[in-house]
């Protein structure tokens, strides 16, 4: 019964967000402002909606209501209950209901923020969220049901989570993920107001900044933590591999970090109208690919169109629908008034246009190397390719050193022209010096230096200069040192994160160790100067799996620590995964894999040294941290 009322509710919401999203329609035809003012209510009743069908869906999953399809694939009585409950959204048609709730989240959130604001622009905004928020809801009702039953022979157990999902980390990081994703809903339906009303202006640019911010916040936050599961829980020991899923969420994060910056340019002087409005439309667009493309399968074959032919003309109408729709919209009523001011090439304003061109170059380059692939088996038969990282790590390295360039300048530029360059020997000379102090300190911890060291540390040194020990040199006393900082947080900190994430992966890409080798028990190898000792192997069983457990000693001059990498089997599916063991410390992280038995008391492992690996997720916590600060102040200015 609690599933029949979660899809009842779902209905609801189907039918109330159609009703909120063609209101202004209404009044447009009636005149009646009536339709103006209902909207509101409306739209939190499709939130409310919305989650209480989400809850009767985790119920059905507590419960282990194995009539329900998408429960039985996803789901088992031996599944610990805190991964009942992540497995909600373990799979395609729970995920589309959870980004549906992010969704209404945002709408909600919008409302109460604006809600005695300009009335007609409100109701237009909350119709294009309303809008797609019944495209997803249709989308999950008609092809991606998660309520469907399966009648009349109810199957007595359940298959089982997918082990590789059964995680803490996988329990927060698709909510963390699909709030950044849907948050570029609002934005861009700002936009879409914005051209109907023809209110392009500073105070639209004001408006929809901190919500650019905040949902970039939260993509930096879900891409990170993906990132460290995949570290921890793959048994691989890498932090990003271009995978197309990482890709089809590193795109729209590029281009909303392009977007926020384009909106200040707008705010503050006036121009890039058109060009903020078309970034809001790309990063929608982007976040609709990553979403849909990714759930269909669409990134892993071409055929899954002609598997699901339903699903996929779905998927083609709403991108249509929203996508070329709005870009029709932008085509013909974008503002085509010039802008109030002019700059020339030493300016504020083209530093950012510079920023926005290369941010968005280089989320086309790696959107096109993500699907390329695709396109080519299409077009030639079925025939395959591939597009690995060397494209990728080609591809970013001139992007990383120009975008770094221009933040260590970025602060010293002032609006129209820059008149005095002074800065540069200042900032040239601080940058310097911390290069020389970094690559010393590198050099006496590993022995030896290369290019690729030296060119994350100089990257790292102007930075950081340029965002925090520049404003320290010219402070004269502590209390202005102290109003810079407070005043410039939000900025400093997203900065530094991009600084200190450079400087991780350019250590830890140079001096990664790695082995693969067979040990006896009581048998020890030396990697680096880091010896590590298998002791012995121990087996136990925990409530859905059976596990074998090797005790590893790490000793460099005493003992470090002892850890124990696992091979785990799940009863439910007889699935075996590997469990990396890890020894964090400051400075690197000690990675061991359990692999298989060869012999007596013999076993194979990979041995890993991972150095400065734990800097790179610092770093972006200190971009997500900067967005979250950044779009606090902007809201509260509202």
């Given at each position: 019964m609690i599933v029949e009322i979660g899809h009842i509710f779902l209905i609801?919401?189907?039918v109330v967000s159609f009703i909120a999203g063609f209101s202004p329609l209404l009044r447009f035809l009636t005149k009646d402002n009536f339709y103006y003012m209902v909207i509101g209510p409306m739209n939190n009743l499709v939130c409310l909606f919305i989650f209480l069908s989400l809850i009767s869906l985790i119920y059905s999953f507590l419960v282990d209501d194995f009539s329900v399809a998408y429960i039985a694939n996803n789901s088992n009585t031996l599944l610990p209950t805190y991964y009942k409950f992540a497995a909600t959204w373990g799979a395609h048609e729970g995920s589309l209901l959870l980004w549906i709730f992010c969704l209404c989240l945002w709408s909600t959130t919008y409302f109460f923020i604006n809600r005695q604001k300009d009335e007609e622009f409100v109701a237009l905004t909350l119709s294009v969220l309303n809008q797609i928020i019944f495209a997803f809801i249709a989308f999950t009702i008609f092809t991606s049901n998660p309520f469907e039953r399966i009648l009349p022979v109810v199957p007595i157990e359940g298959a089982d989570l997918n082990p590789l999902l059964q995680d803490f980390a996988f329990t927060i990081h698709p909510p963390l993920l699909y709030l950044g994703y849907s948050g570029l809903a609002v934005p861009f339906a700002l936009s879409l107001s914005a051209l109907?009303?023809?209110?392009?202006?500073?105070?639209?640019?004001?408006?929809?900044?901190?919500?650019?911010?905040?949902?970039?916040?939260?993509l930096t936050l879900g891409i990170a933590l993906g990132s460290w599961w995949a570290y921890y829980e793959l048994g691989w020991g890498g932090w990003w591999f271009w995978d197309p899923v990482e890709n089809a969420a590193f795109v729209p994060w590029l281009i909303s970090v392009a977007m926020f910056h384009s909106l200040i340019v707008t705010?503050?002087?006036?121009?890039?109208?058109?060009?903020?409005?078309?970034?809001?439309?790309?990063?929608?667009?982007?976040?609709?690919?990553?979403?849909?493309?990714?759930?269909?399968?669409?990134?892993?074959?071409?055929?899954?169109?002609?598997?699901?032919?339903?699903?996929?003309?779905?998927?083609?109408?709403?991108?249509?629908?929203?996508?070329?729709?709005?870009?029709?919209?932008?085509?013909?009523?974008?503002n085509k008034l010039p802008g109030r001011s002019t700059y020339n090439l030493t300016s504020k304003e083209f530093g950012f246009l510079l920023n926005n061109i290369l941010l968005v170059i280089l989320a086309l380059s790696i959107m096109f190397g993500t699907l390329f692939p695709l396109i080519y088996e299409a077009l030639n038969d079925?025939?395959?390719?591939?597009?690995?990282?060397?494209?990728?790590?080609?591809?970013?390295?001139?992007?990383?050193?120009?975008?770094?360039?221009?933040?260590?300048?970025?602060?010293?530029?002032?609006w129209s022209s820059t008149k005095q360059f002074n800065f540069l020997n200042r900032v040239a000379i601080e940058s310097f010096s911390i290069f020389v102090i970094l690559s010393l300190l590198v050099f006496f911890i590993f022995g030896t230096l290369s290019w690729g060291t030296f060119?994350?540390?100089?990257?790292?040194?102007?930075?950081f200069s340029g965002n925090l020990v520049d404003a320290v040199y010219q402070s004269t006393q502590l209390q202005e040192l102290k109003s810079i900082l407070i005043k410039r947080f939000g900025m400093i900190?997203?900065?530094?994160?991009?600084?200190?994430?450079?400087?991780?992966?350019?250590?830890?890409?140079?001096?990664?160790?790695?082995?693969?080798?067979?040990?006896?028990?009581?048998?020890?190898?030396?990697?680096?100067?880091?010896?590590?000792?298998?002791?012995?192997?121990?087996?136990?069983?925990?409530?859905n799996y059976s596990f074998q457990s090797a005790d590893i000693e790490i000793r460099e001059e005493g003992l470090i620590d002892q850890i124990s990498p696992e091979k785990r089997n799940y009863l439910s599916s007889n699935q075996v995964m590997t469990e990396a063991a890890i020894k964090p410390t400051l400075l690197q992280d000690y990675y061991v894999t359990l692999g298989e038995q060869v012999g007596d008391g013999t076993w194979t492992f990979k041995l890993?040294?991972?150095?400065?690996?734990?800097?790179?997720?610092?770093?972006?916590?200190?971009?997500?941290?900067?967005?979250?600060?950044?779009?606090?102040?902007?809201?509260?200015?509202?």
């Open positions: 609801g919401a189907l109907i009303s023809k209110k392009i202006d500073s105070v639209w640019a004001r408006e929809a900044r901190p919500w650019s911010l905040l949902s970039s916040g939260f705010e503050k002087r006036g121009i890039y109208k058109n060009w903020s409005i078309l970034l809001s439309i790309l990063a929608f667009a982007a976040s609709i690919l990553g979403t849909f493309l990714v759930r269909s399968g669409i990134l892993t074959s071409v055929h899954v169109f002609a598997l699901d032919p339903e699903r996929g003309v779905f998927i083609l109408a709403i991108f249509s629908y929203f996508i070329l729709g709005s870009l029709i919209f932008y085509s013909f009523l974008n079925g025939d395959q390719i591939s597009v690995g990282a060397p494209y990728y790590e080609i591809l970013i390295l001139p992007f990383a050193l120009a975008l770094s360039i221009l933040q260590g300048v970025g602060l010293y530029l002032s060119l994350a540390i100089a990257m790292f040194s102007w930075i900190s997203a900065h530094l994160g991009t600084a200190f994430l450079i400087l991780g992966v350019g250590i830890v890409t140079t001096f990664s160790l790695e082995r693969d080798v067979v040990l006896q028990k009581g048998e020890s190898y030396k990697l680096g100067s880091t010896h590590f000792i298998f002791k012995e192997i121990q087996e136990a069983k925990r409530l890993q040294i991972k150095p400065f690996i734990r800097w790179i997720w610092f770093g972006a916590i200190l971009i997500a941290l900067g967005t979250f600060v950044s779009s606090y102040r902007y809201v509260k200015r509202l």
